[in-house]
C-alpha cells in the first residue's frame, strides 16, 4: 500500500512510525511532515487544507490511503474532496467534524442525544454572557465557539474573571472562532481521553490516555497543548468506559447517523469522571498529541490495520488486540513555553539513541541543522516509552530524556503522578 499521512507534529511521527510497522506499507509520504520523521520517511511540502491540491498530490503518487492527523483539514473537507475522488481516507467529513470545529453543534448533539455533559448557554454578545454570568456565579468555563488551537477556553475560578474573558473573547483575540461563545457549567471531576474508531456503523473502542495540559509539577500554571500523557488511564476503568461508550459515544454516534452525517474516523472523547460516571468535556475528530504516541507505542503494526478497517467500512471484521502494557510520553518543550520562546537551539544526542520498540523519540517541532537537530517550536520532543507497569514505562521514558543533550529544553518530571501515586 502507498500511504499519505497529512501533518507534522509529534502525533504524525507516531502514526508514521506505526505504520512503517506494518508489512502492508510500501511506500509512505508524510505532509508537510518535519525533522524527525524525514528520517523514517518521504515527507512532501504541500497546503494540506486545499482538498484539491491534496487530491491531485494523492493522484500523483499513487496512494491508496490517506491518513489526516490534524482537525484543520478535517475541517475543511479534505476527506470529502479525497472520497469523492475515489480515495480512501482514515478522518470524518468537514460535517461530522463540526465535533470539534463547533462546541455549539457538540452541546447541541449532547442534548439530543441524551449524553451527559455540562450545562450551557451560547452568546454572541457580552452583555447577555455577562448577565448570565453573574446569574449562574463561579467557577464557570468561557470557551470560544470555534476552532481555537486548544487556546480558546478559560476556566474561571472567580466571577471577576469570568466577566474579564468575556471581554476577552469578545475582543477580536479568537477571530472568527470568537464570534460566539458558550458558558458552561463547571465540572469537577478526573479528566481522562476515550478513543474510539468508527466506520460509520461499526464503533470500537480502541484504548484509553490521560495528559497533562498544565505548564508545571502538580498540574499547575497556565494550559499547553499537552505536557505529557500515558496509557491506559486507570480512571477509565472496564466500567466506566462502557458507561462512557453506552451513555455518550454510541448515542452521539446514532444522532450523527440520523442527520446523515455518519462518523468515521477515530472519536477522541475528553471525559470528565466523578464517582464512576463520565460526562463529556469536548469532543475532538482526531487522535489526540501528545495521547496519539502512547496509543501507537502499544498498537504497534495493527493501528494500520484498524485505520484500513475504518476507511473500508469493515470495522466489525476486527478487533483491538491489547497487550498487557503501558506507555508514557514527556513531552520537551522550547524554554518559554507557552509563552515566547526561542527557536532553533541545537539538539545533540538524538542520531546516537537507537529506536526500538520499548523507547522512542518522536519530534514534535525539529529541524535540521547539519548534523544535529534544532528546535523549531514550542512543544519539540515527545520522549515515549513502553512498560509491563506505569513505572517502568515512566522509568524508560525518563532514561531516555536524560539521553538528550538539549540545555535549553525543559519538561516536567512528574507525567503520571495521579496515576503512580
Ligand atoms: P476543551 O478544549 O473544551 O477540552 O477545554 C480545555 C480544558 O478545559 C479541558 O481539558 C478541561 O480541563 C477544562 N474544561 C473544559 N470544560 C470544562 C468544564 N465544563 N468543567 C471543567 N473543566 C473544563
Ligand atoms: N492533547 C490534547 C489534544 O490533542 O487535544
Known amino acids: 500500500m502507498n500511504i499519505l499521512i497529512l501533518g507534522g507534529g ?34 512532501a511540502t504541500i497546503d494540506i487544507e486545499d482538498g484539491a491540491e491534496v487530491v491531485d498530490f494523492s493522484e500523483a503518487n499513487a496512494i491508496d490511503l490517506v491518513i489526516i492527523g490534524p482537525e484543520a483539514p478535517l475541517a475543511a473537507g479534505v476527506g470529502d474532496d479525497l472520497r469523492g475522488a475515489g480515495f480512501l481516507v482514515f478522518g470524518p467529513s468537514g460535517a461530522a467534524a463540526e465535533l470539534e470545529a463547533s462546541k455549539r453543534f457538540t452541546k447541541e448533539i449532547c442534548d ?26 463561579a467557577p464557570i468555563v468561557i470557551k470560544a465557539g470555534g476552532l481555537a488551537a486548544g487556546k480558546g477556553v478559560i476556566v474561571a475560578m472567580s466571577e471577576t474573571e469570568a466577566l474579564a474573558g468575556i471581554d476577552e473573547m469578545f475582543s477580536g483575540k479568537f477571530g472568527e472562532a470568537g464570534a460566539e461563545v458558550v458558558i458552561e457549567e ?29 505548564i508545571g509539577e502538580g498540574d499547575t500554571g497556565p494550559n499547553t497543548g499537552g505536557m505529557g500523557a500515558y496509557s491506559p488511564a486507570p480512571v477509565l476503568t472496564e466500567a466506566v468506559a462502557k458507561r462512557a461508550m453506552y451513555e455518550i459515544v454510541l448515542p452521539t454516534l446514532a444522532e450523527m447517523k440520523a442527520r446523515g452525517t455518519p462518523y468515521q474516523g477515530v472519536l477522541y472523547a475528553g471525559l470528565m469522571i466523578q464517582d464512576g460516571a463520565p460526562r463529556l468535556v ?23 490495520d484498524l485505520m484500513q478497517a475504518v476507511a473500508e467500512g469493515r470495522l466489525s471484521e476486527i478487533q483491538v488486540n ?58 519539540v520532543l515527545n520522549v515515549t516509552a513502553r512498560g509491563s507497569t506505569l513505572g517502568a514505562a515512566r522509568d524508560a521514558a525518563y532514561e531516555l530524556v536524560k539521553a538528550i543533550d538539549w540545555p535549553e529544553g525543559r519538561y516536567r518530571r512528574d507525567i503520571g503522578w495521579r496515576a503512580l501515586d
Open 10 to 43: 509529534g502525533r504524525e511521527h507516531a502514526l508514521a512510525w506505526a505504520v512503517l510497522q506494518n508489512p502492508k506499507c510500501d511506500r509512505l509520504i508524510v505532509a508537510p511532515g518535519n525533522a524527525g520523521i524525514a528520517e523514517i520517511a518521504e515527507c
Open 112 to 137: 439530543a442525544a441524551g449524553a451527559p455533559t455540562a450545562g450551557w448557554a451560547r452568546f454572541s454578545e457580552a452583555g447577555p454572557a455577562k448577565d448570565y454570568i453573574r446569574s449562574q456565579g
Open 186 to 214: 463547571f465540572m469537577e471531576g478526573e479528566e481522562a481521553s476515550f478513543f474510539v474508531l468508527c466506520d460509520g456503523e461499526t464503533a470500537l473502542p480502541m484504548g484509553t490516555a490521560q495528559d497533562h495540559k498544565r
Open 282 to 304: 469536548e469532543y475532538n475528530v482526531r487522535f489526540g498529541d501528545p495521547e496519539c504516541q502512547v496509543l501507537m507505542m502499544r498498537l504497534g503494526a495493527q493501528a494500520l
Open 322 to 379: 491489547w497487550a498487557e502494557d503501558h506507555a508514557m510520553t514527556v513531552v520537551m518543550v522550547a524554554e518559554g513555553y507557552p509563552g515566547s520562546y526561542e527557536k532553533g537551539t541545537i539538539i545533540k544526542g538524538l542520531e546516537t539513541l537507537e529506536a526500538n520498540s520499548g523507547q522512542i523519540v518522536f519530534h514534535a517541532g525539529t529541524s535540521r541543522n547539519g548534523g544535529d537537530f534544532a528546535a523549531a517550536g514550542g512543544r
